[in-house]
């Protein structure tokens, strides 16, 4: 099975950047057509999606973090990676990974990332 998990600093201060990996085992981020995602959970704002990386290595980013957030891949490591910048303590939230586009989903665990001073 797909097997994602999210790695990263838990802890930040503000106007740092931070950078997140997703290691994925069990499936190739290469593999037709799936989009590669990152998703954040805060209890203000529920689930928030960042952008994706897609299988062929276009990305999409949500309008609302554009300016903010990087999202690249290394196929030879087989993950993916966010990077996002100028961090507030608004930016903090549980951050997933997770692989979308059929009926059957994948999604890390999360990870919880806090920005504070």
């Known amino acids: 099975q797909v097997q994602l998990q999210e790695s990263g600093p838990g802890l930040v201060k503000p106007s740092q950047t931070i950078s997140l990996t997703c290691d994925v085992s069990g499936g190739s981020i290469t593999a037709h057509y799936y989009s590669w995602n990152w998703i954040r959970q805060s209890p203000g704002k529920g689930l928030e999606w960042i952008g994706a990386i897609n299988y062929d290595g276009s990305t999409d980013y949500s309008t609302a973090l554009l300016s903010r957030s990087s999202i690249s891949r290394d196929t030879s490591k087989n993950n993916f990676a966010l990077q996002l910048t100028s961090l507030t303590p608004e930016d903090t939230a549980v951050y997933y990974c997770?692989?979308?586009?059929?009926?059957?989903?994948?999604w890390g665990q999360g990870t919880q990332v806090t920005v504070s001073s």
């Open positions: 997770a692989r979308i586009g059929d009926s059957m989903e994948s």
